[in-house]
């Protein structure tokens, strides 16, 4: 009995040394050469599985409560600009990056099609905002305090060109800006940065980045554009 199990185990441990593909793809990488001794467990290939691909990104921590599997994705290609795939998050990590913080996740390209597009490209993924999630952001800098100790925004009234202190509920302070659940519009013009100069009722002249005047005393602002006071 002894000699049969142990007759087993060398049999057992023999099998380690033939190498089986679980399935049909491409060897990506190879991580040792023939007549190297390798450990148990030692990863010798690594293999690019046939079928649908996938997008490795990485969740800011500020927002990964905005992100779910399943949730649906677009995935655009550096070399294919303007072309939109369909996708979906197939599996968003547990546990932070100790070091940058982040959590890793996997976006699943839902298009076939893509499988014959190279291994290893770079692109960019593209999600809607969460339902009843916050859908703008604003600078740190625009951010002044409010009535009751809480925070607002100073906002340009385009026909007079005044400023007016808004209320405004804010959502979790990433590293540069901050998204405003509550108290302003995509369309409304926020001063972005000099607000802890204004008082109510002071005119502005709004500017863009080269200190060239954005808004005429009869325009109407574009959404998403910034003033600051000149």
């Not at 000699?3 to 060398?10: E, F, V």
């Not at 990433?174 to 409304?188: I, K």
């Amino acid at each position: 009995k002894a000699a049969r199990a142990n007759y087993d185990a060398a049999r057992n441990a023999a099998g380690y040394a033939r190498l089986a593909a679980p399935r049909d793809g491409v060897i990506a990488v190879r991580q040792a050469e023939a007549g190297q001794v390798v450990a148990a467990g030692q990863t010798i290939f690594g293999l690019a599985a046939d079928g649908a691909r996938e997008v490795a990104i990485a969740l800011p921590e500020a927002r990964v409560r905005d992100f779910s599997v399943g949730q649906p994705a677009q995935v655009e290609l550096w070399n294919a600009p303007g072309r939109r795939l369909p996708a979906r998050i197939r599996e968003i990590s547990p546990a932070a990056d100790p070091q940058t913080r982040t959590y890793a996740a996997r976006v699943a390209l839902d298009d076939a099609g893509i499988a014959a597009d190279g291994l290893g490209q770079s692109a960019r993924v593209f999600f809607q905002a969460a339902p009843g999630g916050a859908r703008l952001a604003v600078p740190l800098a625009a951010v002044q305090p409010g009535p009751a100790g809480g925070k607002a925004l100073w906002v340009v009234d385009p026909a007079t060109r005044r400023v007016r202190l808004a209320p405004v509920k804010l959502g979790a302070y990433a590293e540069d800006s901050v998204p405003v659940l509550e108290g302003v519009s995509a369309g409304d013009w926020v001063v972005a940065a000099g607000g802890h100069l204004l008082r109510a009722g002071e005119a502005v002249a709004p500017v863009d980045r080269g200190n060239r005047p954005v808004l005429e005393p009869s325009a109407t602002p574009a959404p998403g554009r910034a003033a600051r006071e000149r």
